[in-house]
């Protein structure tokens, strides 16, 4: 939709840089929280909201099929990496990073299938996303450098998150968690291996949809850039979390940094303290109209019908005369009601 929308945006400048402003914060914001994230779900859906960044960024600078590019193959590679967790996840129950380990040895289709993905989502030659990075910083270049640190520092944090996933589930020594952890059924190891498959002839079908440009047309400084982005990544999250040269719990900088990316830049209390705030007051204000203005009205109503009913049953008397009387009566506090306005001219005036 947002590519659809695409040249309505391009007509507004504010549009525009508000675009392209999100992309950039997305990106960097998501990628950072990914790598703080113990919960193996959470972190991979932090990168997705990375690479989302991306593609507003994409769009926001008029790259369209940039974007889609960009979208192809980060899907299936995204694909791959669930599917390997979710194989993982489904007999170890915990989602808890640092419950896991030992499992290369134990799961090896998953985790070649994991490094596959991991391989896929990131600036790695010849496999997909690289294509579509190289394209969208070689264009930004041109016209916004410093979205091109945007793009190289989100390779780099997308790199160290999934080499960190990769080595606290697979490396290392195996926990009470994951000593017993034999592969999943077939039902859930063959789509694992199709993705990753999948993922590995992604370049052959850019190449056939001429979505790859030519090696001559290629800029070398921004590919070596961002594939040195990707072998950082992996060797700071190598280094880390592969055995035991840094204590664990890794602590990057102070604890309020640390508690800042751990709780998403306190996105929940924010929300809490505004959206839901401001919808609990609505709501309460709206439950009072209904209880005491609408529901009062109709109540009222009620019990003056009620009240008119229980006092006419007393006119039952079932002589003609007095029906006649009262409709005479009635008719004529009618007529004086509609007529008020003339008789108060004529007797006050």
Not at 234 to 253: E, I
């Amino acid at each position: 939709m947002l590519i659809k929308l695409q040249p309505i945006i391009a007509l507004s400048p504010v549009a525009t840089a508000a675009t392209i402003g999100i992309g950039a914060v997305t990106a960097l914001g998501a990628a950072a929280i990914a790598m703080a994230q113990v919960d193996v779900k959470r972190s991979l859906s932090y990168s997705v909201s990375a690479y989302m960044g991306l593609v507003f960024i994409a769009v926001g600078t008029g790259q369209q099929q940039v974007a889609l590019t960009l979208l192809f193959p980060y899907a299936i590679a995204m694909a791959t990496l669930l599917m390997s967790v979710g194989a993982v996840i489904s007999n170890n129950i915990t989602q808890d990073l640092r419950q896991y380990g030992g499992l290369w040895s134990r799961r090896p289709i998953s985790g070649l299938s994991y490094l596959v993905g991991a391989a896929s989502l990131v600036a790695f030659p010849p496999l997909g996303c690289f294509w579509a990075l190289v394209q969208l910083a070689d264009n930004l270049w041109q016209s916004s450098p410093w979205l091109v640190e945007v793009v190289v520092a989100v390779n780099a944090m997308t790199a160290l998150s999934t080499a960190r996933e990769f080595c606290l589930i697979f490396g290392g020594e195996a926990k009470p968690m994951t000593a017993r952890s034999p592969e999943v059924l077939w039902a859930m190891v063959l789509p694992m291996t199709v993705g990753a498959g999948l993922a590995l002839h992604v370049p052959l079908l850019l190449w056939q949809w001429g979505l790859i440009p030519n090696f001559s047309q290629l800029n070398l400084g921004m590919a070596l850039a961002l594939i040195s982005s990707t072998c950082l990544g992996w060797a700071v999250g190598a280094y880390v979390y592969l055995g035991d040269r840094v204590a664990k719990p890794v602590r990057f900088g102070p604890q309020f940094l640390q508690d800042l990316l751990a709780y998403d830049f306190y996105t929940a209390k924010l929300y809490r303290l505004t959206i839901v705030f401001v919808v609990g007051i609505v709501s309460q204000l709206i439950y009072w109209f209904d209880r005491f203005i609408v529901d009062g009205a109709i109540n009222l109503v009620g019990l003056a019908t009620v009240f008119g009913g229980q006092t006419l049953k007393y006119n039952v008397s079932g002589q003609t005369q007095f029906y006649v009387l009262s409709m005479m009566l009635g008719t004529a506090l009618f007529l004086l009601v509609l007529c008020w306005p003339l008789v108060s001219q004529v007797f006050l005036g």
